[in-house]
Every structure is written in C-alpha cells, then in structure tokens.
C-alpha cells in the first residue's frame, strides 16, 4: 500500500488508517496531534515530545511506522494540509463543505489504492462464478450496487445484509467462492465471524475497508482501503459510502473490461428485458 508522504496523502489520513494498530503511547500522540494539529507545527521534537508526555525515540518511532522519514517531515506535510484546511473553511457555507468533503475523501482514497490488491481482485472475481458480498447497515447498502452492477454483466452474483443468513452462506463457500466484505470499521463482529468462516472453507477473501490493520484484514487476501473520516456519532454518512462505491465502480470495470464482448452482450440483453418494465 502507498503509505509513504511522498504521494501526497494527508498526515490525518494515514494516521486514521493505521490508528487500529497504535500502541498506548502511540494513541497519545495521534490524540495530541488531532487536537493541536496548528500547534504542533510550531513545535520542535523536544516540545513535542514534552506535550504529547512521550519520549521523542517513541515519537519517532511512531512518525516512521507511518512512512515519514522524521520529525520534520512530517510537520511539513501536516503544515500544508492545516493551511489547506483553514482556507477551506473560510466563508464555507454547508453545500461547500459537504462537496468538499466528498471530492476530499475520494482523492484521499484514490492515493491510497493499492494496484496489486485491485487488480488480484479483479482477477479473482472474474475467475469465479459464486461470488458474495457481506455487508451491514450502510455497506450493505453499498453491496447492493455491487451485486447489481457485477449481475448485469453476467456474474453469479448473491449480497447477504442479514448476519443469521451471512453465516449460513459463508458455510456453504468453497475454494472456488469469492467474498467481498464491506466494512468501514473493519470492526464489525458479525462480519468478522462470517468472513473467518469462509476462511476456513478456503474462499478468496477480498476487504473494502477503512484501515489498513483491523480484526477484518486479518483474514483478508486482498485489503482495498477507503479514505473517509467518520466519528461514531455520524455513521453511515453519504461520504463513506461514496469511497465505497468508487472502489466497487474500479471492480466492476475492471471485470467488465476482463471479458468485454460476453459483458457487453449480457448488458443488452439485460436492457433489452428490463425495457419491457418501462411504459
């Protein structure tokens, strides 16, 4: 995955995607850093060091497991994205921050698309004809789509929401299956449950989540990861969903294009019979 600042990714991005897998120490510097992101630009390791109550080794250590190459680093990039943001929010009405946060999350997510994972994924649906999708609450919502757009192109295609029948179904998987599991979290312990059931049973795991180190990913042969922020008291938000639907969009035109000429035919067939709905 494309972790390192040289591509651009915004410093509270990759800590939200890693923050899973921060140590006690580690969580009170991304703590501090999230609560005085404008005065730790001012700092130096040593003030930052006394602030945030860490040693600097440990604050170093941190800031490399994320892929800067030190202190200052780091407070460049931060200092850019802190800039960008306050001029952001200058005179921004409710219509201008919802859009910019949708265009921000999916340029953020677009960084950090891995193009070994997506292109395994690719594979690995076009290569099965028993294909499932897991999802709850507002990823199953983004399952759906993908069901529908891998169904009109002619893939065997089934999304399960339900977390009794999401077992049953993940029982019934062989080596030959695939599972999409869509969680934001990656934390949702019913998706968990049944995606380590189709582990056991040898079916291609595919992850579409929001971090890179989760009890999901543990079990995951390929981790596509989304890039939006959401707090616990605004779940399910349009943002996270739109992430989502990007990396589903890159799937489906990725396995259409795998098998052009029979896609295309199954898509107007499709068209051809749903017509006949239409008055």
Request: proline fraction near 2%; glycine fraction near 6%; charged fraction near 25%.
């Amino acid at each position: 995955m494309k972790t390192s600042p040289a591509t651009g990714i915004r410093p509270s991005i990759v800590m939200e995607q890693h923050k899973h897998s921060f140590t006690k120490s580690e969580n009170k510097i991304y703590q501090y850093i999230l609560d005085n992101p404008k005065q730790v630009i001012y700092h130096s390791l040593t003030e930052f060091s006394d602030a945030s109550g860490v040693a600097e080794a440990t604050v170093l250590r941190f800031l490399r497991k994320l892929g800067y190459k030190g202190f200052q680093d780091f407070k460049f990039l931060l200092a850019r994205e802190v800039a960008a943001e306050s001029e952001e929010e200058q005179e921004e009405t409710y219509v201008e921050r919802i859009r910019n946060n949708m265009v921000r999350a999916l340029e953020d997510t677009y960084e950090v698309i891995d193009p070994v994972a997506l292109e395994g994924s690719i594979g690995a649906i076009h290569a099965s004809d028993d294909v499932v999708i897991f999802g709850i609450g507002s990823s199953g919502i983004a399952g759906l789509d993908m069901q529908h757009r891998l169904m009109r192109i002619g893939k065997n295609t089934q999304v399960v929401t339900d977390s009794h029948f999401q077992v049953m179904r993940a029982t019934s998987l062989d080596s030959k299956s695939v599972v999409v599991a869509i969680s934001l979290s990656g934390g949702t312990k019913d998706i968990v449950d049944t995606v380590r059931i189709a582990k056991e049973r040898e079916a291609t795991i595919i992850v579409i989540t929001n971090y890179v180190k989760s009890p999901l990913t543990k079990y995951a042969d390929y981790i596509l990861l989304t890039s939006a922020k959401e707090s616990p008291l605004n779940s399910g938000s349009l943002v996270s969903k739109v992430t989502q639907l990007y990396l589903i969009d890159l799937i489906c035109t990725g396995v259409t294009m795998k098998n052009y000429e029979s896609a295309e035919h199954v898509k107007r067939e499709v068209s051809e019979n749903i017509s006949d709905k239409l008055y």
